[in-house]
């Protein structure tokens, strides 16, 4: 059971530069979620997926774009990188979503992208 | 805004021991409290999760407790051992946006064989 796939595992960027980090999940969840984690600052979410179709933006949306793809795909785009974007990038998966549904997330083991 | 706080931010205690990892938050109003696991390089798993309705849950060695009215829950690891040693997080689902969690920053556990 592969639970949440992240393609790549290790990026470099340039400043300027553009790239798409991919998610996918195999547990038939509704709900999908993209977070950055950055030293001491815990997790933050960018953009989530509550359903298939149906895209949100999270805490730090700038410079972010996302696609729900289907109900297993979930992929964030970085249009133009910039140092600050310097993170490490996980996606993240759960049942369902909605006021007062208790549903833990299933995380993948994330993206380390490094903008210079 | 919730703010979600953990503390020690490391810890590091002999192998057998039990101990206890803190998380406080600003705003009662949540849905759950859901404690998690990061090992280096890795993902996060998900450990525990209580329901605002509950006060605490239990799964083998681990036990979480949850006191929404002082905004604190505890996550106590009974006989510790050098394969709990990683990164423990906190997070809330905040009721002004659903689902959504705010994570604290985690507490480096290691445990000493």
């Known amino acids: 059971n592969a639970g949440v796939t992240q393609t790549p595992k290790f990026q470099v960027l340039k400043t300027g530069q553009s790239m798409t980090l991919q998610c996918a999940q195999d547990?038939?969840?509704?709900?999908m979620y993209w977070y950055r984690q950055d030293p001491g600052m815990g997790l933050r979410l960018i953009y989530y997926?509550?359903?298939?179709?149906t895209t949100d933006k999270g805490e730090v949306p700038n410079g972010y774009n996302v696609s729900r793809l289907n109900k297993r795909e979930f992929s964030l785009r970085l249009e133009s990188a910039a140092p600050s974007q310097t993170s490490v990038y996980f996606c993240?998966?759960?049942?369902?979503w909605g006021q007062g549904y208790n549903s833990p997330l299933h995380f993948g083991n994330g993206t380390r992208l490094t903008v210079t | 805004k919730q703010e979600v706080t953990q503390i020690p931010a490391a810890l590091s205690v002999p192998e057998g021991e039990n101990l206890v990892l803190n998380c406080s938050f600003t705003?009662?109003?949540?849905?759950?409290l859901q404690w998690f696991r990061q090992d280096p390089g890795k993902g996060l798993t998900s450990l525990l999760l209580?329901?605002?309705?509950?006060r605490e849950q239990t799964s083998g060695r681990l036990n979480a407790s949850l006191d929404k009215s002082s905004g604190r829950s505890t996550l106590y690891i009974a006989a510790s051992q050098p394969g709990d040693s990683a990164t423990y997080l906190c997070?809330?689902?905040?009721?002004?946006?659903?689902?959504?969690?705010?994570f604290g920053a985690g507490t480096i556990l290691r445990v000493k064989s």
């Open positions: 993240a998966s759960s049942e369902a």
């Open positions: 705003d009662s109003a949540i849905y759950n």
């Open positions: 209580i329901q605002s309705s509950q």
């Open positions: 997070a809330v689902a905040i009721m002004e946006y659903g689902n959504k969690l705010v």
């Open positions: 547990m038939n969840h509704n709900s």
């Open positions: 997926s509550a359903s298939e179709g």
